[in-house]
């Protein structure tokens, strides 16, 4: 989902903030109140050539809210007479302290009309006369206003709507809907410029609504008991809503013969709409509300997504046991359960009925309430205290699948709750509109900045990490001052040149197998979205990191049946902490040969060469040729040498074994080739396996996707391998009855410590290309009798990607120099350790103490670099010495660097 900006500038240019534009639509403030202004409105935002919004309903949605909006605005700057606004806008230039309130305007039954702008006045409640208000007057004054008011409210989750805190009052029913719109007295206290007075529940600045009380009831028509329209447990007390709380939508009656007695369950439902937008607005903005209401996937989605929802039910005799509604209800979800996922233990329900003890009472009256969580927790209250809570989001979409599921209990309720939430999403798309409102009222004051992140600076950094890994004598192109030539007598000890390359991560050692795994999927990278980073100026940059790479495999593998896999001892490097630029630790060298066979570095080279052999060949021919040559041999000598070498270990030990390598490199070499040697291998001798994880260490899942895209092209032999890929989707999609793989409480992939973050990016790569490739071929995805199209997958990809980027619960950026509170000790030597000369001698023991264990940011910025990310419950911990949280890897951008691509088009 989209979310649009405020961008406040004062008009002297002394400061600027940059806020949401949810929190400044606090209130729906009634009817349409001064439809001349959205006159105003309209005349300026059509010729904005801006604007976007999904079809006229968006437009006419917002222009109801602008109206309402602008209307609102004028009764706030009417609060004071004409001298003491101008005196005022005068002094808050100066920085004069604001006053106390001293008075406030009443303003009676007033009725939309097209008089005149220039011409509004108000009247005050001392009987001064009533003064037109100019806006060119006020502008600087209103944006230190709305700005001061931005930053209070900032800290709100307010929902992305220009209408308000309840349903839209002009689109739920009179059963549903208890507020009463016919009374429009509106009482606006004074003082605009003036802090929040010291009155107990009431502030100073904007219009109060005596005759809104938050805690008004909707009444269930078939048995006349009350429901609030916001949870009064959540209020609690309070007189204005926080939308952190659930709205009710529907309400309904459920009967169940008790002991041979007809009793009747009543309950409410209520959902929480900023989950609802946030997860359903993208897929559903632009279907109208009755068409919506007929789809049966939009229940599903509102099932399957984790929107935060509630039912509260009411006893409506007494009389009834504890152990009989827990019997219904355990009764009722054992089949559901089923039926959303075929494998479950029943553990789950087990634990909710356990909450369920003989020692609660409940009477006629008592309200029950079931309330399903983000993270996917079922918490059960009775008469307003939690009785306990089951994290289990099997059990949350069996309970809710009773009241919005197939076979609900009343579908009459089902299809209220269903046009209600419909509503919702509809009044998200009034945002963007009331965004350019502001602007023609302002004049420019502010402008608009849309999305969420900017993917383009995300991913130019995240190749300039690439180049802060580079070893060898850098080129004059080279984009960080800090970094400097390193290594460059590496391969002197055993008389070849191995000059140049990646360092892995935060040491200063080259390891053969991720070095060739990064170039793979950087190759792969540049051939998918080669349109895409082309559009955003990173195409060059690309193709230099990977040509960086590929120069030094070909030293590497210059010896015949011989490639070097590794250069430094890691033992001794991991004993100093040291810059490249300066360190003295032995450069030894590991080789693999026909008598040491290491099949999976050999065969991952074999595709980083034949993938990158793809890139250049229409760049620079001759070189492409070299490259698809010593591909050739490497999957030739890793075929008939085949064993495992464990000389990176315990640092790269393949746990895996080497035929996933075998099949990447068969699968890239047909790929640049089209060579019926490869496809033989492909269809008679490889092994392939399901898996539910893509890495430097498993290559199963890439494979099956760059085989399955061949599969739509007309090879039909590779049927077998879509059905895996689309086996690894099913493993990893929250929503997907074969999912296994964990999710955070924040929503991030977590499969290990220690450089998490690349199973993150390696999924969101993989979900991305895929999902073009069945957007393209018009395919989904199976798991079992769900399906998945090429927008959930990307969707899944994006939202893995925004977390690292910043939306995650430690409202954080997990990439150094990018977003709010980026990663300021990175575990990395070149960047921990300040610039020194090159004669100067370090002490490895003295090194520690003065660089690594320095309880301070590091003097060297790793610009783009994608550290190991939070535990699995989202804690991170940003100390240097926290390696599994704070270390960058090679591959962990590499694989990034797809998936930005297509989100910085998707964002131009």
């Known amino acids: 989902m989209r979310n649009n900006w405020l961008f406040f500038i004062d008009l002297d240019g002394s400061s600027q903030d940059i806020f949401p534009i949810e929190p400044l639509v606090l209130h729906d403030y009634g009817g349409n109140l001064f439809s001349q202004i959205s006159s105003f409105v309209d005349n300026s ?16 949605e917002a222009f109801n809210c602008v109206s309402k909006l602008a209307g609102a605005l004028l009764f706030w700057i009417s609060s004071t007479s004409t001298s003491n606004l101008t005196r005022d806008i005068a002094s808050s230039s100066h920085g004069s302290k604001p006053k106390s309130c001293e008075s406030s305007t009443r303003v009676k039954n007033i009725i939309s009309s097209r008089h005149n702008l220039a011409g509004f006045g108000y009247i005050r409640s001392k009987g001064k006369s009533a003064v037109p208000v100019r806006f060119d007057k006020i502008s600087s004054f209103m944006m230190k206003l709305m700005s001061r008011e931005a930053k209070r409210l900032q800290s709100y989750p307010l929902l992305s709507l220009a209408a308000a805190l309840v349903p839209p009052f002009d689109n739920l029913s009179s059963e549903v809907l208890a507020v ?22 009431q502030r100073c600045c904007g219009p109060s609504f005596p005759d809104l009380n938050w805690t008004r009831h909707a009444v269930e028509p078939r048995t006349g008991i009350e429901f609030p329209m916001i949870l009064d447990n959540i209020l609690a007390g309070e007189k204005s809503s926080s939308l952190s709380s659930e709205v009710l939508v529907g309400t309904g009656s459920r009967t169940m013969k ?38 049966p996937d939009f229940y599903q989605d509102l099932l399957r997504e984790d929107i935060n929802m509630a039912v509260r039910l009411v006893v409506n005799c007494n009389g009834m046991k504890i152990n009989t509604v827990r019997d219904a209800f355990e009764k009722s979800l054992r089949g559901r359960l089923v039926k959303i996922n075929p494998d479950t233990d029943y553990h789950c329900i087990r634990a909710f009925g356990s909450y369920f003890t003989q020692d609660i009472p409940i009477p006629a009256g008592t309200t029950i309430d079931f309330r399903r969580t983000a993270d ?62 502001w602007l023609a009222l302002f004049q420019g004051s502010f402008v608009v900045v849309k999305g969420q992140f900017n993917y383009k600076d995300a991913l130019t950094k995240s190749i300039v990490f690439l180049e802060a890994q580079r070893s060898g004598k850098l080129p004059e192109s080279n984009r960080l001052a800090w970094r400097g030539d390193s290594a460059l007598e590496d391969g002197k000890l055993a008389n070849v040149d191995l000059v140049g390359g990646y360092y892995d991560a935060g040491d200063n050692v080259k390891y053969g197998l991720p070095m060739a795994f990064t170039i793979t999927t950087l190759s792969w990278a540049a051939l998918f979205y080669k349109t895409e980073l082309q559009a955003a100026g990173e195409l060059e940059h690309v193709h230099s990191a990977i040509r960086w790479g590929t120069d030094y495999f070909l030293k590497a593998s210059s010896r015949r049946q011989r490639l070097y896999v590794q250069v430094g001892d890691p033992v001794q490097d991991h004993q100093c902490w040291i810059r490249p630029e300066n360190m003295q630790t032995p450069r030894t060298v590991l080789k693999i040969d026909e008598n040491t066979p290491g099949t999976e570095i050999a065969a991952e080279t074999s595709a980083a060469m034949a993938a990158s052999s793809i890139v250049f060949r229409g760049i620079d021919h001759p070189y492409s040729r070299r490259l698809l040559n010593k591909a050739k041999l490497l999957f030739k000598f890793s075929k008939s040498h085949k064993g495992s070498f464990d000389g990176e270990c315990p640092f790269y030990c393949s746990y895996s074994g080497y035929n996933d390598e075998l099949l990447w490199a068969a699968a890239w070499l047909y790929s640049a080739t089209r060579s019926q040697m490869y496809l033989k291998y492909i269809q008679e001798e490889s092994i392939s396996a399901v898996v539910a994880e893509f890495s430097w260490d498993l290559k199963y899942a890439g494979a099956q996707i760059l085989l399955s895209e061949l599969l739509f092209e007309g090879e039909k032999s590779f049927e077998t391998f879509k059905k895996q890929a689309d086996s690894f989707v099913c493993s990893v999609l929250p929503d997907s009855p074969y999912h296994q793989i964990y999710i955070s409480p924040g929503g991030l992939i977590h499969l290990r410590d220690g450089a998490n973050t690349q199973y993150v990016t390696g999924t969101a790569m993989l979900f991305s290309i895929y999902s073009d490739v069945l957007g393209k071929h018009n395919q989904k995805v199976s798991c079992g009798n769900q399906q998945f199209d090429s927008a959930r997958l990307m969707a899944f990809a994006k939202q893995q990607m925004d977390y690292l980027l910043g939306s995650n619960p430690e409202d954080r950026s997990y990439m150094v120099g990018f977003g709010k509170a980026s990663p300021t000790q990175a575990h990395h030597r070149g960047a921990s350790v300040p610039i020194l000369s090159k004669e100067e001698t370090v002490s490895c023991s003295m090194s520690f103490v003065n660089w690594f264990s320095k309880n301070g940011p590091n003097p060297n910025e790793l610009t783009g670099a994608i550290v190991g990310g939070p535990d699995r419950y989202d804690n991170f911990n940003d100390k240097r010495w926290d390696s599994s949280k704070t270390e960058p890897c090679t591959y962990i951008n590499s694989l990034a660097v797809g998936p930005l691509a297509k989100l910085a088009s998707h964002n131009a």
């Open 258 to 295: 008790i002991i041979k007695i007809k009793s009747l369950k009543i309950y409410a439902f209520d959902v929480h709409p900023y989950s609802v937008c946030e997860k359903l607005g993208p897929k559903y903005a632009s279907v109208s509300v009755d068409e919506l209401n007929k789809r």
């Open 376 to 437: 996917g927790q079922l918490i059960t209250e009775i008469g307003g205290n939690q009785i306990g809570a089951v994290h289990s989001k099997d059990l949350c979409r069996a309970f809710f699948d009773m009241y919005i599921g197939d076979v609900p209990v009343s579908a009459q309720t089902k299809a209220e709750i269903g046009k209600n939430v419909a509503n919702l999403i509809r009044r998200e798309l009034a945002a963007i509109a009331v965004a350019f409102a």
């Open 180 to 201: 009463p719109l016919e009374n429009t007295d509106v009482l606006v206290n004074g003082c605009m410029d003036q802090r929040p007075c010291e009155v107990e529940n």
């Open 45 to 60: 935002i059509y010729q904005s050539r801006n604007l976007y919004a999904p079809g006229s309903l968006a437009v006419r």
